[in-house]
């Protein structure tokens, strides 16, 4: 994360959330209590703005600065509501695509992918508020300013936008090596979502049992698995290639 988004301290967090910029990541501190912070924790639930509870070793990490228990990180973007954006593409006319990145944990990751989903017409990518990787300088460096053009939106929870994209007639797509089938058996020319897992862990399972298909890319090496940007961008094309 790079210092010229972190915010620190508690009036200091107060004022950002106030002047209506966009909190990415903030963390706080485990205990921590007074008058100010309540007023925190009430701007916080009024806002539905997460946050996460750490050590104060970690902060300690984040920054050398006297943070008082508290520090934020704001996003350079705007984020889209799901719900909207959904709606605006298939009054347009389009075949929808979205992406959908289930706990991606990496910037660099995050950024290439944004970047090939730029150049292959993704229409959105749907993030997690919580435990994925922020939109950063490096984020915006790897997407070669991909970020700006694209809509992302954050959500409370990956199951419930899976249920909205489905409930709207689009087909949820899991990229796993656990399908039988590879993606060039699966229809991609209808409305469509794909989800990409973390680095370590992959697609959650709790998330697997909600898709309506899965797909996998041919692996003929020794090693069994492609990084997550790499495989994002073969899943993408082989739509383009399906759609033109």
Do not use: W
Not at 24 to 53: A, C
Not at 89 to 101: D, W
Not at 169 to 178: F, H, P, S
């Amino acid at each position: 994360m790079k210092n010229e988004s972190q915010v620190f301290g508690i009036r200091a967090v107060i004022e950002a959330i106030n002047s209506g910029k966009n909190i990415d990541k903030l963390f706080i501190q485990k205990g921590l209590h007074g008058d100010l912070s309540k007023e925190l924790m009430g701007l916080l639930k009024t806002n539905s703005i997460s946050f996460s509870y750490v050590p104060v070793e970690k902060l300690n990490r984040l920054t050398r600065k006297n943070h008082q228990g508290v520090v934020a990180y704001i996003s350079p973007i705007e984020f889209h509501d799901l719900e909207d954006l959904v709606l605006n593409v298939i009054e347009s006319g389009q075949v929808p695509l979205f992406l959908i990145l289930d706990q991606l944990s990496d910037v660099r990751n995050f950024g290439a992918i944004i970047r090939t989903a730029e150049c292959t017409g993704v229409h959105g990518i749907i993030i997690q508020k919580k435990g994925g990787a922020p939109v950063n300088a490096d984020t915006i460096k790897t997407s070669a300013g991909a970020v700006f053009n694209i809509p992302i939106c954050k959500v409370d929870h990956i199951k419930d936008a899976m249920f909205y994209l489905q409930g709207s007639g689009i087909q949820v797509i899991a990229a796993t090596e656990k399908a039988s089938d590879t993606i060039y058996n699966v229809d991609t020319t209808i409305p469509s979502a794909i989800i990409m897992g973390s680095e370590g862990k992959g697609i959650s399972n709790s998330v697997l049992k909600l898709v309506d298909q899965q797909a996998k890319l041919p692996m003929l090496g020794e090693i069994g698995s492609l990084n997550v940007s790499v495989a994002c961008g073969a899943l993408l094309y082989e739509v383009i290639r399906q759609r033109l």
